[in-house]
């Protein structure tokens, strides 16, 4: 096994980084070295669109006093062969992924060697749901929450897993005459996602789009935890934080994003195979054309309400009720709610047209955006929670996080929640 170990202090302690080769590269044993410079390790996106899935990175140099020879062979294998990269901050592992291959860099002069890494969304970019790479039981039904975390807590597709658990703020619930069933409780049937008619050109489309069908972004947080949680606000309890002026390492910046001109939703409506564009429904708002980069697209493969395009409703939402799996009534009036902001419940309705009208309603308007650097890391900013600023009563949802280790400074990427 060949290990490249970097350190360096930082203000939450000691930094280690362990770059691991899955095959036999230039050297043998560990080699350690110091670190020159250590950019942030991002989370979610800085984008205008939160419909995109980027991974988390991390970029880090290093001084090799070895031969310009040898160092040119170490690139060589970080261009050449598949690289873990995991994190240790005090001892605390924090984030797992892969190095770059593309991305490493070298400056001779002073012999500093950059890498650049990405955590295991970069890897869903590369598996093909058609091929089942999860290797199920297609029959098999699954929670949605399971769906979307075991690719990310197993070592079916990444190597050293470092999800421990999922945390959902979802506040949607589903009923079956008086009985109420909350996210937590939603199943799904995995040949939705994973057979050969699989309509995703890979597992990150797919896990972006089964968390945009129940109005969820996905984060992997540095404590370990993938947080699911609401795009547009919903009922917080708790999970609020306030931002202080003496937490503030720099005064807050706003800008505007652009209204979006329109927008369409695909609605499966439960037909084979689901490459054909006849097995679903369509809703457009707005205008809408496909190649205009102001429009954006939803795909709804549990629509669990009734369709208007296809005369026909349409669920693929099932619970356990009473111990038999169970779908979720699609017909008029509905019978999916979700908790307001107030604390009180909407009106039942059908999922899709929560989805849909949320989403609508938040990008036909220019809408603001602000970015802020904050004191503290990882273990005070979270994905978890609603921001708001003291003396101000909007309500943010932060969409990026940027953790600076060195100087224990957050920059956060904030998105007006409602």
Not at 4 to 14: F, N
Request: net charge negative.
């Amino acid at each position: 096994m060949q290990i490249i170990k970097l350190t360096s202090k930082s203000a939450l302690g000691l930094i280690e980084m362990y770059l691991e080769f899955s095959s036999e590269s230039s050297f043998s044993g560990t080699k350690y070295y110091k670190i020159t410079d250590f950019d942030e390790i991002t989370i979610g996106s800085d984008e205008d669109s939160d419909i995109l899935m980027t991974p988390g990175e991390v970029k880090a140099s290093f001084h090799m006093p070895e031969t310009l020879a040898f160092i040119l062979s170490v690139l060589a294998d970080f261009e050449s062969i598949e690289t873990t990269l995991r994190i240790y901050v005090g001892g605390e592992w924090i984030w797992s992924g892969y190095v770059e291959k593309s991305k490493s860099r070298i400056s001779t002069a002073k012999k500093i060697l950059t890498i650049q890494g990405y955590d295991h969304t970069k890897n869903m970019l590369e598996q093909d749901p058609t091929t089942n790479p999860m290797g199920y039981t297609l029959t098999d039904y699954k929670k949605i929450t399971d769906i979307v975390s075991e690719p990310f807590t197993t070592d079916t597709i990444v190597k050293y897993p470092i999800i421990n658990n999922v945390v959902s703020k979802s506040t949607l619930q589903a009923r079956i005459g008086t009985t109420y069933f909350s996210f937590t409780d939603f199943y799904s049937n995995l040949a939705f996602y994973y057979n050969s008619n699989s309509n995703y050109s890979n597992m990150a489309s797919m896990l972006k789009q089964i968390m945009l069908n129940y109005n969820l972004i996905g984060y992997l947080g540095l404590d370990r935890n993938l947080y699911l949680f609401p795009r547009f606000a919903e009922y917080p309890g708790s999970d609020i934080y306030t931002i202080t002026r003496d937490e503030w390492a720099d005064f807050p910046e706003y800008e505007i994003i652009s209204a979006r001109t329109g927008m369409q939703v695909k609605l499966w409506a439960g037909g084979y195979p689901k490459t054909d564009d006849s097995k679903y429904g369509t809703k457009t708002y707005g205008t809408y054309s496909e190649d205009d980069d102001d429009c954006e697209s939803l795909i709804i493969d549990q629509p669990c309400g009734y369709i208007d395009s296809l005369g026909e409703g349409a669920s693929q939402l099932f619970v356990y009720n009473s111990g038999t799996l169970t779908g979720i009534d699609p017909s008029s009036p509905g019978n999916i709610r979700r908790m307001l902001w107030s604390g009180s419940y909407s009106d039942w309705g059908y999922l899709w047209v929560y989805v849909a009208s949320d989403t609508w309603e938040y990008i036909k308007v220019p809408r603001a955006k602000c970015t802020v650097k904050l004191k503290g890391s990882y273990n005070k900013w979270k994905p978890k929670l609603y921001y708001m600023f003291n003396g101000d009563t909007t309500v943010w949802r932060a969409q990026c996080f940027k953790y600076n280790l060195i100087d224990n400074i957050t920059e956060l990427y904030l998105r007006k929640a409602m």
